[in-house]
């Protein structure tokens, strides 16, 4: 007898929908699946006789067949134990084919019969309704997930024998509701800029590129707060939409980072990788490519710190990501896209020892030691950072000072004000970027109007220090925000001239 079933499996950051065929017949008992299994598939089917047996459900042993459509893309998901323990059971006339109709299954198997939660739900929950399901079954850890997704009704179950009961009418199923698996887990406290004492070029600095979306290089020495003004940027971030929050949420749950029974994602990511992480981890990868860290920091911060303590590629690595807001990874199975539209946020010290320019200390490098050390910035990606800012030593009076400084709080306000604008201006053009720093070349000559004294300075800088087009680029974006901060309709002198301080020379001995 044939049967046919609906399960789902994940490619990128998408749900992918694959048909679960099952064909049993006459022969020697035993079970063959096909459609290019990985190894966790193709154990499914000792989880799955394992399971249906000790759920105490009886049929007699026959030749079974399982082929996984399409059969050209390599299935990698533990979660089709459950569409194939459905298919097993409705080839065997345990269950009829019609209770079935507009029902897609998504759950690991235990032995004992219980249904486990898997990664991805969110996206293979998006791709069900779009696809036209009407329902999906799954296991309860898995269902705040799902409920994000509007248009589909949500059935938690927690034991192979509740669902088979229940799609046997002998035994009550009810779709789940938001309020039957609780709420959104609370957020944490926030590190908040009102710590910081001083460091009001770099605070302004880091208020520009959260209102721009725009890339940081802070340099500094050791001590100096880099770190501190780092891990306190997303307090000024503007709140992510839903869009963005479903894209990060979607994210998290295919690289298995969300906690169990956590629902959507709220809060922009902060990632800050360790610098002996290799490029793959950065970039994403793996047999079946799965996302890096420029991915898991999607519409958030990428903080490196130590930037030239990184492998040299794996800061090469970064180029694709920073320019494109995605990156495309081959291999043999596939070649996916994930997105990566990001803030990057690097710090690093002047010299090996840290002390390069500052006025207390005495560096002890040599001058070949300096250039071997911040060479391992290549030119290429230093011109994809928008904002080069120095961080010099806080004083004691500042830090003794009984001044309070500027809340994130106050500063977010800003920054959102500031996003507003932008997002007004780019739908009034039909596009559907958040802010200037995602602006191609062609959106600068409508939306950059210069006035002709700011012409002036951006034309006498660009001949001094010989720019790229790309750092051209780069600069009015930036002087963009600098006038959206300002509530100003045209960038003025004072803008072009602010945005130019903020990538001129930092003393850097690059190939820049």
């Known amino acids: 007898m044939f049967a046919r079933t609906y399960g789902s499996t994940t490619q990128g950051v998408d749900g992918f929908i694959i048909d679960v065929e099952v064909d049993v017949s006459a022969g020697m008992p035993g079970t063959d699946i096909v459609g290019m299994p990985d190894t966790a598939v193709r154990e499914s089917k000792e989880r799955v006789r394992t399971a249906i047996k000790n759920s105490g459900i009886k049929y007699a042993p026959q030749k079974v067949t399982i082929n996984l459509a399409p059969a050209d893309i390599k299935k990698d998901s533990s979660g089709l134990d459950l569409p194939m323990a459905i298919g097993l059971l409705i080839a065997h006339g345990v269950i009829k084919q019609e209770c079935v109709e507009g029902a897609i299954f998504a759950a690991e198997l235990s032995l004992e019969g219980e249904l486990r939660g898997i990664h991805g739900i969110l996206p293979m929950t998006i791709k069900a309704r779009e696809k036209g399901f009407k329902k999906i079954f799954l296991a309860t850890d898995n269902a705040n997930e799902a409920l994000l997704v509007e248009g589909i009704e949500v059935y938690a179950v927690r034991r192979l024998s509740e669902l088979v009961d229940g799609l046997k009418g002998t035994g009550e199923l009810s779709p789940v509701l938001p309020s039957d698996v609780g709420d959104d887990l609370p957020e944490l406290t926030e590190d908040d800029f009102a710590d910081v004492q001083g460091q009001f070029q770099a605070k302004r600095a880091l208020e520009i590129a959260a209102a721009g979306g725009h890339n940081v290089l802070m340099v500094g020495s050791p001590g100096a707060g880099k770190t501190m003004l780092s891990r306190r940027f997303p307090s000024i971030l503007p709140a992510m939409t839903r869009a963005e929050a479903l894209e990060v949420t979607k994210i998290y749950s295919i690289a298995g980072l969300l906690s169990g029974g956590s629902g959507l994602i ?41 930037l030239p303590e990184f492998s040299k590629q794996t800061l090469e690595v970064l180029r694709q990501p920073i320019e494109d807001g995605k990156v495309t990874v081959s291999r043999v199975h596939a070649s996916l896209t994930f997105p990566s539209q990001l803030i990057l946020v690097a710090a690093m010290n002047p010299c090996p020892c840290g002390w390069q320019g500052d006025s207390s200390h005495a560096c002890s490098c040599l001058p070949h030691e300096i250039k071997r050390y911040t060479r391992k910035i290549s030119g290429p990606l230093l011109d994809r950072i928008d904002i080069h800012i120095r961080v010099p030593r806080v004083e004691y009076k500042e830090l003794t000072a009984e001044t ?26 039909g596009s559907n970027i958040y802010c200037n720093a995602q602006m191609n070349h062609a959106m600068l000559k409508k939306t950059c109007p210069l006035t002709p004294a700011a012409q002036n300075i951006l034309a006498g800088f660009f001949a001094a220090k010989n720019l790229s087009a790309r750092s051209y680029d780069r600069i009015i974006k930036v002087g963009r925000t600098i006038a959206d901060l300002a509530g100003a309709e045209c960038i003025g002198e004072r803008h072009i001239a602010e945005a130019i301080q903020l990538r001129n020379d930092i003393g850097l001995d690059t190939d820049y």
């Open 266 to 306: 709220t809060k922009r990511p902060f990632r800050s990788p360790h610098h002996t992480t290799s490029a793959t981890a950065i970039i994403g990868g793996g047999s079946v490519p799965r996302p890096g860290e420029v991915t898991l920091s999607h519409h958030g911060v990428l903080f490196l710190d130590e």
């Open 404 to 429: 309070k400084a500027e809340s994130s709080a106050v500063i977010r306000e800003r920054v959102t004000a500031a996003r507003q604008r932008q997002l007004e201006r780019f739908s009034a053009l």
